[in-house]
Nanobody, 121 residues
């Protein structure tokens, strides 16, 4: 069984910083990419950032220059460093992993349960 567990979401003031973590656990053969998505109330889930197994990153335009994605491959963990946070960054942030599980030997997307980030004074 594969699990993604996020942590780090909380209430932060505008202009503040926050780091989210997501750890993948379970019987995993390979992780091809991990990433972060977010969903604000009344809006569709949107891509925030991704990082591949080779370290290539992609950052969405709304957060470019403020957010950074990184990973610790040995720990199967991905991080999202969020700086200069704005009220419009308020959302539930979801971790995603494109991986191959031992149980099925199939490559598939897995999701975490989400962590709430609220940017407000």
């Amino acid at each position: 069984q594969v699990q993604l567990v996020e942590s780090g979401g909380t209430l932060v003031q505008p202009g503040g910083s926050l780091r989210l973590s997501c750890a993948a656990s379970g019987s995993i053969v390979s992780i091809y990419a991990m990433g972060w998505y977010r969903q604000a109330p009344g809006k569709q889930r949107e891509l925030v950032a991704t990082i591949t197994s080779s370290g290539a990153t992609s950052i969405s335009d709304p957060v470019k220059g403020r957010f950074t994605i990184s990973r610790d491959s040995a720990k199967n963990t991905v991080y999202l460093q969020m700086n200069s946070l704005k009220p419009e960054d308020t959302a539930v942030y979801y971790c995603n992993a494109d991986l191959r599980a031992k149980a099925t030997l199939a490559r598939a997307d897995y999701w975490g349960q989400g962590t709430q980030v609220t940017v407000s004074s």
